[in-house]
């Protein structure tokens, strides 16, 4: 009797296990999403392991078109099926490393890493490296809100090579950034804060997100007409505070089959 009661339930267990050890976290770009806006021939995106991803940027691009990847699946949490997200009511620190490189590349480009409440970034705020003819232009912040834009330019000359950081204070709606010339820093020095911008969004779930993207800048420049530009993102980490994962259906469906099939036997026992 002890055989046929333990047998059922170590089984549950090693489906529930099972389901718990395949669960991804949000440092696994395979768990991200790519999104192009709009897709264009000349960006392109490889998923290289499960800490690094590269963007390129190929020819002429057309001014506005970007390309990257995102933490979730949908065009916002509650849409989405998959991926990591953050509350606004907890304060985090996210952080990415970065190396860009040419192939006289001519033109202005950048990349970019932030937050935000949906894919098409109307409510969002973040870090952004501009790089003009495949050299550092500079580094500054970038903010949206009702897909009303404000920028600021708070280095001139960007390095190449460092690490970007986000970092959100739920209690005042700030949202600061910066960056760190060395990849895998744990700190870094604010550029930039956004005062109580997360408060004047619509007070939902926040996505990460990084793009490389091709920019008018005239009267200085115009986006990405020849070359090769080249960002790798690599060693995404949650320094401070904690992701939490879109419910996956089909997981929570094999845990119930699991725990279902295990208490039907036991009752026929």
């Known amino acids: 009797m002890l055989v046929r009661f333990v047998a059922?339930?170590?089984?549950?267990?090693?489906?529930?296990?099972?389901?718990?050890?395949?669960?991804?976290?949000?440092?696994?770009?395979?768990?991200?999403?790519?999104?192009?806006?709009?897709?264009?021939?000349?960006?392109?995106?490889?998923?290289d392991s499960g800490s690094q991803l590269t963007l390129t940027a190929i020819d002429a691009v057309p001014d506005a078109v970007d390309i990257g990847y995102q933490s979730i699946n949908g065009a916002n949490v509650a849409s989405s099926t998959s991926g990591f997200y953050f509350s606004p009511a907890a304060d985090f620190t996210i952080a990415v490393d970065y190396a860009i490189s040419s192939q006289s590349s001519q033109g202005l480009g950048g990349i970019g890493f932030g937050i935000g409440e949906d894919q098409s970034g109307a409510n969002s705020a973040g870090v952004a490296v501009g790089v003009l003819d495949g050299i550092g232009l500079g580094v500054g912040g970038a903010a949206r809100t009702n897909d009303v834009s404000d920028t600021t330019l708070d280095v001139l000359g960007?390095?190449?090579?460092?690490?970007?950081?986000?970092?959100?204070?739920?209690?005042?709606?700030d949202i600061a950034y910066g960056y760190s010339d060395t990849p895998g820093a744990?700190?870094?020095?604010?550029?930039?804060?956004?005062?109580?911008?997360?408060?004047?969004?619509?007070?939902?779930?926040?996505?990460?997100?990084?793009?490389?993207?091709?920019?008018?800048?005239?009267?200085?420049?115009?986006?990405?007409?020849s070359g090769t530009l080249t960002a790798v993102f690599s060693?995404?980490?949650?320094?401070?505070?904690?992701?939490?994962?879109?419910?996956?259906?089909?997981s929570m469906v094999l845990l119930a089959t699991a725990m279902g099939c295990a208490l039907g036997v036991l009752r026929r026992r």
Not at 16 to 38: H, R
Request: charged share 10%; net charge negative.
């Open 8 to 47: 059922p339930v170590m089984l549950a267990m090693f489906l529930v296990q099972s389901v718990s050890s395949s669960a991804a976290t949000i440092d696994d770009f395979a768990t991200w999403t790519l999104v192009q806006d709009p897709p264009h021939a000349g960006m392109a995106a490889s998923l």
């Open 158 to 173: 960007a390095p190449l090579v460092g690490r970007l950081f986000v970092d959100y204070t739920a209690s005042t709606g």
């Open 186 to 225: 744990s700190s870094f020095s604010v550029l930039g804060t956004f005062a109580a911008r997360q408060q004047e969004w619509n007070d939902q779930p926040l996505l990460a997100s990084f793009f490389l993207r091709s920019q008018d800048g005239s009267p200085v420049s115009g986006p990405l007409e």
């Open 235 to 250: 060693n995404f980490e949650v320094l401070a505070g904690n992701a939490t994962s879109v419910p996956e259906p089909a």
